[in-house]
């Protein structure tokens, strides 16, 4: 018996959408929906192995039941466009895969499956259909079963009328009778009123039929439900009569429609799945063809001949990828496998066997093929192969595409950017495997993945971006990665001395604020003692008790004095034993710190640091200020120079938004917080105080973020109408301004993703969510990431124009650090003033805006003094 799968699409759909959280795609194209019905499809699909699939729909067509019921389905929500905008996708999906879809006006997608399934029975099929609405639960027979999806789109209950009857015990058409008395909210079906589900299967079990408990009333015991009763009698038959499934809808029907399924068109699959961007749908998907990449030969490399046949015989362009041992310590740092994809083959250099046999004739080669710029290079997330080059005297020559560079440019949401992300997400294939084998197949990928990014970034219009500003900074990173910070190791042992002391002090405070001892750390703890002890107010409660996070003692800082302590105390043992013990960790044998520097991480453009994060070390308290006296320059006499650019988000606002008064007041280089101080609290500027000019300044960081009047007021303890009269007039002083942040708000609704200056894209899905929480972030950061973004571009660009001046002029002086707006250099004594002036020169004419950029120059013997 041939077996047939009937899909109730929008049951399922509608399922899936709220099982699942939210999921988008890179061009903000929500697929949670699709992705759970997908998933249950071959769930199903591998448990039954139908010959057939059917997927039915409705339409917004009203329906033969709303011609006689007005009401039916009246108060139901309107479906969220996240979920309406999913259904044409997975209808194209559905016809790439073969399947076949039903839909008519005026019925419902139930009396499709009811007339398919009725059709089917009489053709010896046996009928499976999924759904999750339970009315279809009056078609299950003995050739058909109905499955329900319980929970989610994956736990199902499945029904025959054997089962159905061993559960319920009635027939599977007796309970239409059961919802015609108990009615149907969500269709907004009436039914008897008081009949709940208990009483109407009580009495479909006793009497059989709707038709036989009117006629038997007189017997029925209670009174108010015969009154029901004989009250609602045509109410009753009519609601039974609506929840009735047509198996009579007028289609034409053959065997071929419910016994052969279309072929599928893989490659059309596989195009639409890659840009869903599902990856595990799309390894479901196999071609009939044997794949190619079961040809690809892999040759093993692990001589000195066969390493100098390859690489010195090299022509044209290769494509590399590689594996480092010791990639985390710079002084052990050594070059593992150096693996070389061709569209046919791949080979793997075994560095670790050759060096073994002789290390420095297998450097000399590599260097011979590394230093020949006639040979073009494409490397898979190249700068710590650099890095290891830089660390055996050898300068690359010739390296001219990064595919993970490329496609961090493409899309900044990722989590990652291997080679086997990319395989499945732009060529969508889904090979398998582990270990260097499966290295050295995925590089022959390389190729075709270059031709294709390289595309894709002259689509998007991100040459530029991609060959003046990131490509470049490869170097530059690699760079100061192998230079390091010097470190006084003393200095730091002092300050391990000074900490302990001022976190014993502080928690000797904090016990005499509390009269007693107790483990500060420990939030149960810390909530007794705080709610409990002081009786200070509630602000939050978790499931484990007292929630004392950041947010709730900022909401208790007036509330007691000793609040201040504890957020004090968290913040100098966090410096402590990130910063203190930490950096003890990770000092290398040359007494440096080298920490790695992330390209391809934020979504912003931002670069990040980690092992450890030079970044993020805490200065707004003195404790965390000292941590930066450790940071020394190289040698004696060498000086540490720090350039900062002055407030360049808001010189980025002005240019984006081409605000007069705002340019105005750059470029007559007034101090803007205080200029707006004085138009927000309508004083001259000459009487601004701190406070007006602190308050201003939230004002203006604030807009750059995004902020709304309830989180002003919040962070500067003001009213909501205050921080409401602040913004307003902020916003008649800078009209533009506020254009600016409507007009990028509608932008990223219509294209999905926003631009900086020099075309850096970020997508925001959040900004077309139904959840007004979501939303709302995503308006902020459509308002921010231009202008953040912009920022991110242009400290980047002066990176890479420092790096090549110091590197023309031949001068020893070299670039260190980077902390968001601020490059850090370690000067030699004699090239000190011609760095200061070089630097702040390019750094000042990295690009040309409507206001100066403006550069701020320190310098010292520690970080310390140079901030």
Not at 246 to 270: A, F, G, Q, W, Y
Not at 298 to 309: A, G, L, S, V
Not at 587 to 602: P, Y
Not at 694 to 704: D, E, L, M, T, Y
Request: net charge negative.
């Amino acid at each position: 018996m041939k077996r047939l799968l009937i899909l109730d699409s929008n049951s399922l759909m509608n399922r899936a959408f709220y099982a699942l959280p939210p999921l988008t795609n890179s061009d903000g194209i929500n697929t949670n929906a699709i992705y759970g019905f997908m998933n249950m499809l071959f769930k199903m699909k591998d448990e039954i192995n139908p010959d057939s699939i059917i997927a039915t729909f409705d339409l917004k067509a009203p329906t033969f039941r709303h011609k006689e019921y007005a009401e039916y389905k009246a108060g139901r929500k309107m479906m969220p466009p996240e979920l309406a905008e999913q259904f044409p996708i997975i209808k194209d999906l559905f016809k790439l895969m073969g399947i076949k879809i039903f839909e008519l006006a005026g019925f419902e997608a139930d009396d499709l499956i009811g007339t398919v399934s009725k059709f089917a029975e009489n053709n010896d099929t046996e009928v499976f259909v999924v759904t999750g609405d339970k009315d279809a639960l009056q078609l299950a027979s003995e050739n058909t079963k109905v499955i329900i999806t319980k929970k989610g789109v994956t736990e199902t209950a499945s029904y025959d009328i054997k089962s159905f009857m061993d559960e319920f015990e009635i027939t599977p058409t007796q309970f239409i009778d059961v919802k015609g008395l108990m009615g149907d909210k969500s269709d907004n079906i009436p039914g008897v009123p008081g009949v709940g589900e208990k009483t109407a299967f009580k009495l479909i079990k006793e009497y059989g039929s709707i038709e036989e408990v009117l006629n038997n009333i007189d017997n029925i015991p209670g009174k108010k439900l015969k009154e029901n009763l004989q009250n609602n009698m045509e109410q009753a038959v009519f609601s039974k009569k609506l929840a009735t499934i047509m198996r009579e809808v007028p289609i034409e029907l053959t065997v071929e429609d419910i016994h052969n399924s279309e072929k599928e068109n893989i490659e059309e699959i596989k195009k639409m799945l890659v840009k869903l961007e599902m990856k595990s749908i799309l390894s479901k998907f196999k071609n009939d063809e044997p794949e190619e990449a079961c040809n690809i030969e892999i040759k093993n490399i692990d001589t000195i001949e066969e390493m100098k046949e390859l690489l010195l015989n090299k022509s044209e362009r290769i494509y590399i990828d590689y594996t480092l041992e010791n990639a985390s310590k710079y002084s052990t740092l050594e070059l593992e496998y150096l693996i070389l994809g061709e569209e046919s083959h791949g080979n793997i250099i075994n560095f670790k066997h050759i060096n073994a046999e002789n290390k420095h004739e297998s450097l000399e080669i590599l260097k011979k093929c590394m230093e020949d710029e006639n040979v073009k290079k494409v490397i898979h997330d190249g700068k710590n192969f650099i890095t290891f080059l830089n660390k055996n005297n050898i300068e690359i020559k010739g390296f001219d595409f990064d595919t993970a560079i490329a496609s961090y440019l493409i899309d900044s949401s990722k989590s990652q950017y291997e080679i086997l992300e990319l395989v499945n997400h732009y060529i969508g294939d889904n090979p398998s495997g582990d270990g260097i084998s499966f290295k050295g197949m995925l590089s022959t990928y390389l190729p075709i993945l270059y031709k294709e990014l390289k595309e894709r970034l002259h689509k998007e219009d991100m040459d530029k971006l991609y060959y003046e500003v990131e490509h470049p900074l490869i170097y530059v990173l690699s760079s100061m990665e192998s230079i390091g910070f010097n470190i006084n190791e003393g200095m730091l042992d002092e300050l391990k001395v000074k900490f302990k002391k001022e976190i014993e002090e502080t928690q000797a405070e904090i016990y005499k604020l509390s009269e007693e001892e107790f483990n500060i750390s420990s939030p149960k703890q810390l909530g007794k003692i705080l709610f409990e002890k002081l009786d200070l107010p509630v602000i939050k409660k978790t499931k484990t008790g007292y929630s004392t996070n950041q947010e709730v003692l900022e909401k208790l800082m007036d509330k007691h004095e000793i609040i201040p302590k504890i957020m004090y105390y968290r913040q100098i043992t966090k410096i402590n034993s990130t910063y203190v013990e930490g950096l003890k960790n990770v000092i290398d044998e040359d007494g440096r710190i080298h920490s790695n520097f992330n390209q391809t991480v934020t979504t912003t453009g931002r670069l990040s640091s980690t092992e450890p994060n030079l970044q993020n070390i805490p200065v707004r308290h003195e404790m965390g200020k000292e941590i930066r006296k450790v940071f020394i320059p190289m040698e004696d006499g060498d000086i540490l120079v720090s350039c900062d650019y002055s407030q360049i988000e808001l010189r980025v606002l002005a240019h984006i938004a081409d605000d007069a008064n705002m340019i105005d007041a750059f470029k007559h280089h007034s101090d803007i917080h205080t200029k707006t101080a004085s138009e927000v609290f309508k004083v001259p500027v000459e009487e601004v105080t701190s406070l007006m000019r602190s308050r201003a300044k939230a004002v203006n960081f604030g807009i750059v973020y995004g902020i709304s009047a309830f989180s002003l007021a919040q962070d500067l303890k003001i009213s909501k109408k205050e921080a409401e009269e602040y913004m307003s007039i902020y916003f008649d002083r800078y009209p533009k301004i506020k254009g600016y942040l409507e007009n990028v708000v509608e932008e990223a609704k219509d294209k999905g993703y926003v631009l900086t200056i020099l075309n850096r894209r970020r997508f925001i899905p959040e900004i077309k969510s139904s959840n007004k929480i979501v939303k709302a972030l995503g308006d902020r950061l459509a308002m921010n990431a231009p202008i953040q973004g912009s920022a991110a571009d242009i400290i980047k660009l002066a990176m890479v124009n420092v790096y090549k001046k110091l590197n023309e002029k031949k001068l020893k002086s070299e670039l260190i650090l980077q902390v968001h707006d601020e490059l850090i250099l370690n000067a030699k004594k004699d090239e000190f003033e011609e760095v200061k002036k070089l630097v702040v020169e390019e750094m000042e004419k990295a690009i040309k805006l409507k206001v100066d950029l403006d550069v701020d120059v320190n310098s010292g013997s520690t970080w310390y003094e140079a901030k």
